[in-house]
Nanobody, 122 residues
Framework: QVQLVESGGGLVQPGGSLRLSCAAS????????IGWFRQAPGKEREGISC????????NYADSVKGRFTISRDNAKNTALLEMNSLKPEDTAVYYC???????????????WGQGTQVTVSS
């Protein structure tokens, strides 16, 4: 059974940092690119970052570029999203997703996690 489980969300003050984790099981992790998405209330889901299956290529949405960093550990079947300089507009449910292949995408994915809430507020 395919599972992607996000963790690490929570409440943080503006300017603060959080690290999200995505733990996977049920599929061949290192054959899949990993993406992070978010969805704020009343807004469409936004692809914010992705990393290729080998970890050699990454991509970021302009909204998070320079503040967020994606990484993966293929030995542990996990991916991380380091989020710094957080802003209130970063408040959303954050999801990780897996896409078969080595090309990362900010759009289409095969498997999705259930999400973790990130709230940026003073």
């Amino acid at each position: 059974q395919v599972q992607l489980v996000e963790s690490g969300g929570g409440l943080v003050q503006p300017g603060g940092s959080l690290r999200l984790s995505c733990a996977a099981s049920g599929f061949t992790w290192d054959h899949y690119a990993i993406g992070w998405f978010r969805q704020a209330p009343g807004k469409e889901r936004e692809g914010i970052s992705c990393i290729s299956s080998t970890g050699g290529s990454t991509n970021y949405a302009d909204s998070v570029k320079g503040r967020f960093t994606i990484s993966r550990d293929n030995a542990k079947n996990t991916a991380l999203l380091e989020m710094n300089s957080l802003k209130p507009e970063d408040t959303a449910v954050y999801y990780c997703a897996a896409l078969l292949g080595n090309v990362c995408s900010l759009y289409v994915y095969d498997y999705w996690g259930q999400g973790t809430q990130v709230t940026v507020s003073s």
